[in-house]
């Protein structure tokens, strides 16, 4: 059984570091290609940053120069370093895997997904 557990997600304040972890079971973690989407209330759950088996990684405009995506394929965990965080980041945050060569942007390319973990930016 697959399974994708985030963890860090938590209350900071603007301009705060935070750095989200998703660990994996149950999948060759090396062969998948990962992301990060995030969903704020009311909106459509959108891909934040992904990275492929070889490294390459993929970083929407509003975070390119603040968030940092990594893996540890030894520890079959993904990380999502986030700083200058702003209230705009507030989101729901999941990891996602997706058997495949490239960074996907759509919900639907990915096989598997965590639960979410709650990142909230406010003063």
């Known amino acids: 059984q697959v399974r994708l557990v985030e963890s860090g997600g938590r209350l900071v304040q603007p301009g705060d570091s935070i750095r989200l972890s998703c660990t994996a079971s149950g999948l060759s973690f090396e062969n998948y290609v990962l992301g990060w989407f995030r969903q704020a209330p009311g909106e459509e759950r959108v891909l934040v940053a992904g990275?492929?088996?070889?490294?390459?990684?993929f970083y929407r405009d509003s975070v390119k120069d603040r968030f940092v995506i990594s893996r540890d394929n030894a520890k079959s965990t993904l990380y999502l370093q986030m700083n200058f965080l702003s209230p705009t980041d507030t989101a729901v945050y999941f990891c996602a895997a997706r058997w495949g060569a490239t960074v996907a942007h759509e919900v639907n390319e990915y096989d598997y997904w965590g639960q979410g973990t709650q990142v909230t930016v406010s003063s």
């Open positions: 990275i492929r088996k070889t490294g390459t990684t």
